[in-house]
């Protein structure tokens, strides 16, 4: 494919040391670290060879953690201290949750977000998570043979806001700076796109262990254009399993069974699933507990029969992505399929029929998501890209809205828009003096709050007393690349200024982060000073770095005295950068900051404007 | 200071044409814009700015927020139409609900009515057959919205074509959710 030739308006023009990248699937069922390699996207195994980190953690009683094949070989026996698909969880409170009643944890429901029993203490699924992401961030410095620059972590492209939160929240917990959240499908479509030169339109159908995502993206010349992504948060090969489980249940003529029993059941259900891959037939056998055996043989036919139903969930947000992307099948040059679960027979025959086209299996659906983002976040961390550079456009996959009289959801940023987005809606006061409003903004396609998701509720107050309808609140949701939202609020009708900046309230507060992090030294003997200074060193040794970088190319731009301010600012960041007083580094990097973010602004408007140049060069060489 | 540097585009350069290098008009070669877009998003999106300073990651997130938002607008005939009437300041969104000939509110109903019995029947052909009437009829006014905005420049008859495409695009999205109540 003919690669965009851009120049790097962030780049460091003189070639240094690569920056340690690597890219993150957090999978439902196994996680993976990709970095890249003399120029090729490569999966990092552990130190036995092997590529997959089973999403497993098993909490012991005496404080030690167990992550991935070690905790799995240990999930029957302990299945309450054995967490599997935490993935589910993220994000999500007790009523989000699909036969929770099925689950072996004891959960407590918190504000916002589930959290779970554990024979170690209460634990939130993002912590659960930050413990697969501290493995694979080990394995990944370990192999790179030092500290991470930074990782691109990549979540379902259906993930809402919340879902998307918990996961940057994790991985801060886990002490990854994350360059971006990337969407799986698009991910895939990189890796895909890059490997075989594809120009064109692509589906991506993506059926993980819990999540099933459809995207449709343009592929042009060394750009990824989304043009419409939906799919199913809460569907994957678990339910598959879950389905089988209840089968086998019934044609064994048993009641359901204790945590430990079902638990091994799963495990059982699982590979018979595998196998039907490759034969007609599979045996699900388990002896219980009880010393009872559950020995049934399940035929392809019986399992396509049973699970129809789940797979004729994915044709929905299929059909409603194409209609989105305001395509048809026939426009449609290939679909790429990811995931473990689209290996299973009538997952593919259901595509081919939907798509009239034989899908696309020339990747390894289990690591190609991971191989894309280790392109992405190779990219993202500054180093030069081997053959050309893209870019990438992705889309915001629900609906924002703010609550209006009568419970009705007022849509401010409809789904599909391509990020980083924002929009903004007027709001008026209804009664006389009124001096404070409040909002409530939530996520998704339906018009009664009730059905929607709630992201945050939030009250600005000092609006000065007005007549009714005087006052003119206006409300701004920002998007920024990750999917994350921020809304602001501000009055502006009169000189004094009430205004308010929310993040949506699910997510983990700072404080709650801070003493996650201390629990976790304590046991790792390690030291959350330390820590900091570390990351506020990186932190700084990054800024200083750009700014040199901008000074070099743009330097210009700016007033002789500005650029003496920001270049005093510079050296005095440096002088604290060796030091070990983390306070002093960060208000160096904050002045510093602040200092730019003119300089910042106009080397955007260059940027435009040599973009502009560029192309109207290019128009009269045509 | 900086304010009064020409080069200060974000500030000054207000309008979305000028934004893509383009004549402000209804008419619009949309590889043009395409690649207009896509020049300027590989120079300033966040991605090429990941690892560098708060204040340039700022910068780059409003700046692709902004031509992200200039893109949707001129991308879209209706809201490109809207826009070019809002420049010659007439707001077509206002009176939406006056003013409308009699033989379109007629013809609105007739095909809301149609909406309503495809639905009650579930039926997606009658569904895909008035799509296809809709977008006939959303053509034609598409035509001549180009006529009256770039050749005549009567603006309040382009207002009120803008209107008629606006009652028709709010169709669309009814059509839309019918076919998802159909898909679920």
Known sequence: MALLQISEPGQSPAPHQERRAVGIDLGTTNSLVATMRSGVATILPDTQGRPLLPSIVRYLPDSRVEVGYVAQAHQTEDPK??????KRFMGRGRKDVPYIENQPYDFVDAPGMLQLCTV??????????AEILKVLRARAEISLGGELTGAVITVPAYFDDAQRQATKDAATLA????LRLLNEPTAAAIAYGLENAAEGVYAVFDLGGGTFDISILKLSRGVFEVLATNGNAALGGDDFDQRLVCWALEEAKLPPLEARDMRLLHVKAREAKETLTAHGEAPLTARLSSGEFVDVSLSTETFCRITQHLVQKTIGPTRKALRDAGLDVDDIKGVVMVGGATRMPHIQRAVRDL???DPLNNLDPDKVVALGAAMQANVLAGNQPTGGDWLLLDVIPLSLGIETMGGLVERIIPRNSTIPTARAQEFTTFKDGQTAMSFH?????????????SLARFELRGIPPMTAGAARVLVTFQVDADGLLSITAKEKSTGVEASIVVKPSYGLTDAEIERMLRDSFEHARDDVQARVLQENRVDGERLADAVRVALNRDGELISSAQRADIERLLAALQSMLPGSNHRAIKQAADALNRATEEFASLRMDANVRKALAGRRIADLER | MAEARDGSLQRNMQNH????????GYALDAGRLEHAYREIQAKIHPDRFAHAGDAERRASMEWTTRVNEAYRILRSPVLRARYLLELNGVDAALETNTAMPADFLTRQLELREALEEAEAKRDPGALERLRAALRDESETLKSALGEQLDARRDYPAAAGLVRKLM??????????AAFETMDD
């Open chain 1, 81 to 86: 201290n054995t967490i599997v698909s935490v």
């Open chain 1, 120 to 129: 170690a203490g209460t634990k939130s699924p993002v912590e659960i998570s």
């Open chain 1, 175 to 178: 002490g990854i700076h994350v």
């Open chain 1, 355 to 357: 798509f009239r086209r």
């Open chain 1, 441 to 453: 903004a939530v996520q998704g396609e339906r018009e009664l709050v009730s059905d929607c998701r």
């Open chain 2, 17 to 24: 044409f000028e934004l893509f290098g383009l004549e402000p």
């Open chain 2, 167 to 176: 009652f028709l695009d709010r169709l669309d999205t009814e059509l839309d």
